[in-house]
């Protein structure tokens, strides 16, 4: 899928922030590894590079729902210059909530 601006960039760029390692597995092998357009630029466990991460642009953040609380690190992704949606993925896996 081309963006239409001219930068050659295709498919929709996966950011995955603080998520369990077996959670990680899950969103890698599906749906990304399923979806053809879809590709994972980064994965990242720390605040410190979850703020680097984001200097490379990303269409989504998937990230682990540990309590009900927004966790404040992800409000300028969501609310940024380059905001993104964020799926947050309980890690049970019972629940989703997807911001922006």
């Known amino acids: 899928m081309d963006d239409g601006g001219g930068t050659g960039s295709a498919g929709i760029k996966v950011l995955i ?3 369990p390692q077996l959670l990680a ?9 399923a979806e053809k357009d879809m590709t994972i630029v980064a994965e990242v466990g720390s605040e410190d590079a979850l703020a680097k991460a984001v200097e490379r642009p990303a269409d989504v953040v998937i990230t ?21 949606p ?10 989703i909530e997807v911001y922006g």
């Open 86 to 95: 964020i799926v947050a993925i309980s890690v049970d896996g019972q629940s």
């Open 64 to 84: 682990a729902a540990t309590t009900r609380d927004f966790a404040p690190r992800f409000r300028a992704l969501l609310f940024g210059p380059r905001a993104a």
């Open 17 to 19: 922030a603080d998520a």
């Open 25 to 33: 597995n899950v969103v890698r092998r599906t749906p990304v590894d």
